[in-house]
């Protein structure tokens, strides 16, 4: 890091979630503001937020030891539940990870799809379940 970096560090703080500034504006990281009339986010940063999510989720998921044994579509799937659900929450959907862990797809696809998510999130839910029954895209 360079010396700039330490000073601007010292001078505008280092925050990890979003605050608001001395001048009301949402800002976050090391004073950049993210509000409407900021800076918000360039595509390489969203990019790179992005994959980084993608790798936690991929880690997280990895505590499953038949995960590693699926096929990139189903990793996929089971990817995008964790990113909007969280590792916490898409635990509590133990009968469709009972029916993945042995390989009965179409079971666990049912399973996720009888669920408070699948009607919260609509056509997500479907296309998640399309990958998680065929192991294809839609």
């Known amino acids: 890091m360079s010396k700039l970096s330490d000073q601007l560090r010292i001078h505008e703080g280092v925050r990890k979630h979003v ?18 009339s900021g800076l918000g986010l360039s595509d390489d940063e969203i990019d790179y937020l992005l994959e980084n999510d993608i790798a936690r989720c991929r880690d997280e998921l990895g505590t499953y030891s038949w995960f590693s044994d699926l096929d990139e579509v189903r990793q996929d799937a089971l990817i995008n539940m964790c990113f909007n659900l969280g590792l916490s929450r898409l635990a509590n959907f133990k009968n469709a990870l009972a029916s993945m862990a042995i390989g009965a797809y179409a079971d666990a696809a049912e399973h996720f799809l009888d669920s408070r998510w699948a009607s919260q999130v609509g056509n997500r839910a479907q296309e998640v379940a399309h990958m998680i029954s065929t192991g294809e895209y839609p």
């Open 19 to 36: 605050y608001l500034c001395s001048a009301g504006y949402e800002t976050i990281g090391v004073g950049r503001n993210i509000a409407d």
